[in-house]
Each structure stands twice: as C-alpha cells, then as structure tokens.
C-alpha cells in the first residue's frame, strides 16, 4: 500500500583497517565489507548475529535481519533489529492519557520468552558513491545510525575474517590478537590496526551558502529546539540568550517531559557568529536530534524564515510498500520500490532543497 518513506543521505567518511595517521583504509573498505557482512549472516540465526562483546553494555544489542544485493551487488539494503530492554520477558508501556503522577505501567508479556523485543531500522549503502541512506517508514526519532555504525565497526574486528584470534576461544568470547587482510595466509603476521566505521550528513549546496552570502542582510535569528529532554541534555531560555555560537547544555531536573521552543532575536550575526550556529546545528542533527531541532533567519524586506534545515539530503516519498502479516516493512519490497525511483530520488534529495516527492 502506498506510504511515505523518509530518506536522509549520508557520507562514509571511513570504513576498514587503518593505521595510525592513516586517511585511506589499508582494506575492509564499504563494498568488501558488505559482502564479508552478507555472506557472514547468511545461514545464521538471529541471535548468532549480535557482534557487540559480551562484556559491553554501552550500546543497545543489535542483530542482522536480512541483507540484500541488487542485482548488479554494487548497491546493499541491510536491516537491523535494535533491541529494547525487558523485564521478566515483559515489555512496559504506558497510556500517553495518562495524568502525570498517575501513570499506570503496562507490562505486555512476549509471545514466546525467548522473543527479543525492539524494533526495525532500514538502511540503503551506496558503496560506489560512498554514501549510504537511512530509510524511514514508521515515525521514529532513532533512526539506527549510531548502531549500525557501531555495528560494522565490531563486525570488522571480531567477524569479517580479518581477525587472528587466540586457538581455543568460542565465536562469542573469542580474543583477537592482530588483522591482517587475509589472516590464513602463512606469509601475512597480524598487526595492530584502528578499526574504524564513520558518516556525517551530506551537505547539499544551497540553502547554507545563500545565508553565509546575505548575512549582512539578516535582521532575525530564530532558534527551535527543546527544553526538559532528559536524553543527551537540554538548552534553555538563558542558553540561547548567550553568545550564539557557544550555546550550553546541561540536565533539566524540574521537567521531564520536552517543551517545543521557538525563540526570536532582532540581531544581525557575525560571519563567527553564524558559523557558530551552522557547526552546532550540525553536531545536534548528527547526535539524532529530533526533526523540531532548527535555526533559521529572516533577512530585511522579508517576511519568510529561511531554515537551516533546508540543506539537510532528505526526500519524502510516497512508496507502494509491503508489509508482512505482522505489520513489519518487506525488505525486498522496500528495496525494490527505492530502486525503481533511484534517479530522480538521488537527485532530487542531493541537490535540490525542501524535497516532496510523490510517485
């Protein structure tokens, strides 16, 4: 059935084995990892593909749920399973009806005790671009990014065959000693490399460069974000207040729940100034921040904000897309439906501003 499908592009900045000081990858890039990744899973089940070491309780446990080559297998659809936390095999919820200091938490059992709750995170891999692109069909602030990058970088270490590893230890509990590109060649010795996964938003000209260009024409700034976000730290009136490029963030304890801002200042910024907000604009939605986050300005002789978030390499489009008996996207669907509208949707997210895409 037809349904609005969200793509947000990103660079791969680095992705392999790396020595210190290195800028290129000495091997593991994208494309070989990938394939490394698709005949690793193939055959597994779910659970044997959690790559985290036991002992790391820094990051929610993610598996692999399917991954897909198209035809030519230069281009890769993977799907990830992020797990949430349980209790007693329980998952809680609670009604959003609910008054504050009267909410009642629901306990929904899982249908078998050996079910791992969570939810899915879809993600397209350009390897020929270097790019790769998060794929949202549910409304979800977490797209997936920080694990999957999380993900491949274990992947790489412990899985991918690069590994040298002690005789003797299990798949899971296995202690590596050393990498080398092909570790059952007698002539190559493990060395010690930095394992490294990395992306950031990929910029789309435009929308920030005709800003930097009218700055002396600024008259407001206008700053959206949210107060009382318990994850990551807050910002407040007197943050924004402060100097523009220096905003603060701190724990709010006197309220929990998120209060949507919208602050306004009559000022024309400096060049420093306004390089302050674009780099902490960048570092917020590169944190995963929610879609409310935002500056914009309104230039004299206008009325109409420009956003920052018009620059941001992200399309909307209206997709046919299956679902299972369980409500659970196809992957093969999904894959099928962004392929079929690869060119214009590439074009229209990577080089053109305020994208709506109907098809």
């Not at 749920?65 to 949430?84: K, P, S």
């Not at 460069?209 to 107060?227: A, L, Q």
């Not at 390499?313 to 992957?331: H, I, Q, W, Y």
Request: overall charge negative; hydrophobic content about 30%; some cysteine.
């Amino acid at each position: 059935m037809p349904e609005e499908v969200k793509v947000k592009f990103y660079d791969i900045e680095e992705c392999g084995f790396y020595k210190r000081g290195d800028d290129e990858a000495r091997f593991g890039e994208i494309e070989e990892a990938l394939r490394r990744l698709s005949d690793w899973v193939d055959g597994k089940e779910l659970g044997e593909t959690e790559v985290s070491p036991p002992e790391d309780d820094t990051i929610d446990p993610t598996y692999c749920l399917q991954v897909h080559r198209d035809a030519t297998a230069t281009e890769f659809f993977v799907a990830m399973w992020i797990e949430i936390p349980t209790v007693e095999n329980q998952v809680g919820s609670v009604n959003p009806n609910d008054e504050v200091n009267q909410v009642e938490v629901h306990a929904n059992p899982l249908q078998d005790p050996q079910d791992i709750a969570g939810f899915p995170v879809y993600f397209w891999f350009l390897p020929e671009e270097d790019k790769l692109a998060t794929v949202a069909v549910e409304k979800r602030r977490r797209n997936g990014r920080s694990e999957m990058e999380r993900y491949m970088e274990d992947f790489l270490e412990f899985y991918a065959g690069y590994e040298a590893v002690t005789k003797g230890d299990t798949e899971r509990h296995k202690r590596v000693i050393g990498h080398c590109q092909n570790h059952t060649d007698p002539d190559q010795e493990p060395e010690n490399y930095y394992v490294r996964f990395n992306s950031s938003l990929t910029p789309v000209p435009g929308a920030l460069e005709e800003i930097r260009r009218r700055r002396p024409e600024i008259r407001k700034v206008i700053r959206k974000f949210e107060v009382g976000e318990e994850r990551g730290g807050v910002e407040t009136l007197e943050d924004w207040k402060r100097p523009l490029y220096d905003v603060g963030l701190y724990s709010a304890p006197d309220r929990q729940e998120p209060k949507r801002v919208k602050y306004e200042l009559d000022i024309t910024p400096g060049e420093e100034e306004l390089e302050g907000m674009i780099q902490r604009w960048r570092q917020r939605h590169q944190n995963g921040s929610s879609n409310w986050e935002d500056y914009a300005v309104v230039f004299k002789g206008e009325n109409k904000e420009h956003s920052f978030s018009r620059s941001l390499p992200k399309a909307s489009v209206t997709m046919d897309v299956e679902r299972d008996e369980n409500g659970f996207v196809r992957l093969e669907s999904l894959q099928n439906q962004v392929l079929e509208n690869r060119a214009e949707l590439m074009e229209r997210a990577l080089y053109e501003e305020d994208v709506q895409v109907t098809e």
